[in-house]
């Protein structure tokens, strides 16, 4: 009998076994990106940009061209690099401390600048890699190590929703908001990233990609658990779907 | 701007075509006074050259993108006055870190804080003791705008080099100055064709390489220290500049002083032709010419120092002579530019 390959791994994924915490979607998401990148035949014409946090590792996960970036930088690394060789396709992939707090003014400014590039955020409410911190999306009430009462709103504000906050910036082609908890999931976040790819390689202009992930581990869930979480808990508050998308 | 020759021009503007002839095609940069003719001349010039400029929305983005600009290999630069290197520090820690070539241009103003937008050279700690970290930046500190062309352009050069940032210490005196000066449109930089192998141009017909500055394996940093320190070893061995004026075997009293205060000791030492004076200007602040320094001042009475600060490259000075020479400080803080007569009275009074 023949045999028939069905799946095999990415050329755009490293030989590396991911590092991740079990059951953490930052996995996933870096496989479903090197999954587009192969398919798009980009290979060799990508560059990323890794993030302070969990995800400071991407690179040893991909087998593309890959540079860190200072905290909250990483938009702004990505638009020299850009500007510099506006054939290639570069993306930066950003945790929520990262994007939303420390870079806040760096992915205002790429986006209203309307750079020709893709923004990958994900989202777990808190600080991962420095141990579980509250971050500027943490929930309203949620425990974390800097907000052990759970997150007070009159002395730490609000969770900002980073998507619907670039919603009015001109500069911004398209926003959606995804999740990775399940298939059908999984598969939506592929094709919201993969849209976004396009868009760049078409010069339709600046996507942003939002995926609710979870952290099992800060989290103190197991990961069918957390998964439950980001499906009831914050998507309830994160609303899931395209937010804006003009070609 | 077309053609060779002496050209009237100032100083801020120097410093952009100088860029610009080092093949500079990248530069990134915020408001600040004294310095804002830097990015408006560029925005002029830069596409002229076909290279990008883009009007950053603060410091730490300026600084950011020249990091992304180097991944790729592209020569890039930033500038900015005081307060503005202070946000500047993280990315050329990260830089250096990294081992990214880039220039950086501080025009100083007077500080602490917001200060003023006075001459000064507040900032010599800042540019010879950068950043968090173990490293160390080439930091060049012309005195006339013959210099500031020249240096600019050099610095393109050395930070290709060494693959690290290399600054550009000025200040708003000579920002700000108009002077005759050569223009040298046809120099071709030292490394045109310099292959960066390490650049991120898109993994064609290989695997994926990364540029870093996080190295958590145990070992694997401190292995990477001693290596960056072998380069600063090397630059302290080879790019050592300095120039002495007046200095002989009959000189009497040195006088010690970088930038545009050496400009003002020369008029000082036109003044003061009785006496035997000589000067010793260190153009390279880092590294520091500590052994030339000693050498120049081996039969003299005594050391002048003299800066826009109250002492800040007196301690290089101390630590050249060894304590070998007495040593007298004069320093205008705040933005204060003195007179030559001033650095007079004060040799007259303490010779």
């Known amino acids: 009998m023949k045999e028939k390959v069905l799946y095999k791994r990415p050329v755009a994924l490293s030989e590396k076994p991911f590092s991740y915490c079990p059951g953490c979607t930052h996995s996933t998401i870096h496989k479903l990106i090197a999954e587009i990148v192969d398919e798009l035949g980009i290979r060799e014409k990508t560059i990323g940009v890794a993030p302070v946090g969990c995800a400071v590792f991407a690179y040893d996960f991909w087998n593309f061209d890959v540079t860190e970036a200072a905290h909250g930088r990483a938009p702004v690394v990505a638009t020299a690099i850009k500007r510099i060789m506006p054939e290639k396709v570069v993306f930066s992939y950003q945790g929520d401390g990262d994007l939303a707090s420390i870079g806040m003014a760096e992915i205002i400014h790429t986006a209203n600048r309307g750079e020709n590039l893709t923004v990958i955020f994900i989202n777990n409410t808190n600080y991962g890699m420095t141990g579980g911190q509250m971050a500027p999306t943490t929930l309203a009430k949620q425990v974390t190590t800097t907000s052990p009462l759970g997150r007070d709103v009159k002395t730490s504000g609000y969770p900002i929703r980073m998507s619907e906050l670039l919603l009015p910036l001109q500069g911004v082609k398209y926003i959606e908001r995804v999740k990775a908890t399940d298939a059908i999931s999984i598969i939506r976040t592929k094709k919201a990233i993969k849209k976004a790819f396009m868009n760049q390689i078409t010069h339709v202009g600046f996507s942003f990609i939002e995926v609710l992930s979870n952290c099992p581990t800060n989290w103190k869930k197991d990961p069918v658990e957390s998964n439950k979480w980001v499906d009831e808990t914050m998507a309830e508050f994160f609303q899931i779907g395209k937010i804006k998308d003009i070609q | ?351």
Request: some cysteine; aromatic content about 10%.
């Open chain 2, 1 to 351: 701007m077309n053609g060779n020759g002496t050209v009237f021009i100032k100083g801020n503007h120097a410093i952009v075509e100088a860029a610009l002839d080092a093949g500079c095609r990248f530069y990134a940069g915020y408001p600040i006074t004294p310095q804002n003719e830097i990015p408006e001349y560029m925005s002029k010039r830069m596409p002229e050259e076909k290279g990008v400029f883009i009007q950053a929305e603060s410091e730490l983005i300026s600084i950011n993108m020249v990091f992304g600009a180097a991944t790729t290999g592209a020569r890039a630069m930033t500038t900015s006055s005081s307060p503005g290197m202070s946000l500047m520090q993280e990315g050329i820690s990260y830089m250096a870190g990294a081992e990214l070539p880039g220039v950086l241009v501080n025009v100083m103003r007077g500080g602490p804080g917001l200060g003023n937008i006075s001459p000064s050279q507040s900032d010599y700690y800042q540019a010879v003791k950068p950043g968090h970290g173990d490293f160390h930046m080439i930091t060049l500190a012309p005195s006339n705008l013959q210099e500031m062309y020249d240096y600019t352009f050099d610095a393109f050069d050395l930070a290709d080099k060494y693959r690290n940032p290399v600054m550009i210490l000025t200040d708003g005196l000579l920002g700000q100055m108009m002077e005759s000066m050569d223009m040298k449109h046809d120099r071709k930089p030292l490394y045109p064709d310099a292959k960066k192998e390490w650049a991120l141009t898109g993994a064609v017909g290989r695997k994926g390489q990364r540029i870093v500055s996080l190295l958590m394996d145990p070992g694997v940093l401190e292995a990477h220290n001693i290596k960056l320190g072998k380069k600063w070893k090397t630059m302290i061995e080879n790019e050592r500049k300095y120039e002495l004026f007046n200095v002989n075997e009959e000189t009497q009293y040195l006088i010690v002083a970088f930038g545009s205060m050496a400009r003002i000791s020369k008029g000082a030492m036109k003044l003061m032709k009785d006496l035997k004076i000589g000067l010793f200007r260190p153009i390279t602040v880092w590294p520091y010419p500590y052994e030339e320094l000693k050498k120049a001042a081996a039969g003299v009475k005594k050391v002048f120092v003299f800066e826009m600060n109250q002492g800040q490259m007196l301690d290089d000075v101390k630590i050249g002579l060894e304590g070998s020479k007495p040593v007298e400080f004069f320093g205008r803080a705040g933005g204060g530019v003195p007179m030559p007569e001033e650095l007079c009275d004060f040799i007259n009074k303490n010779k």
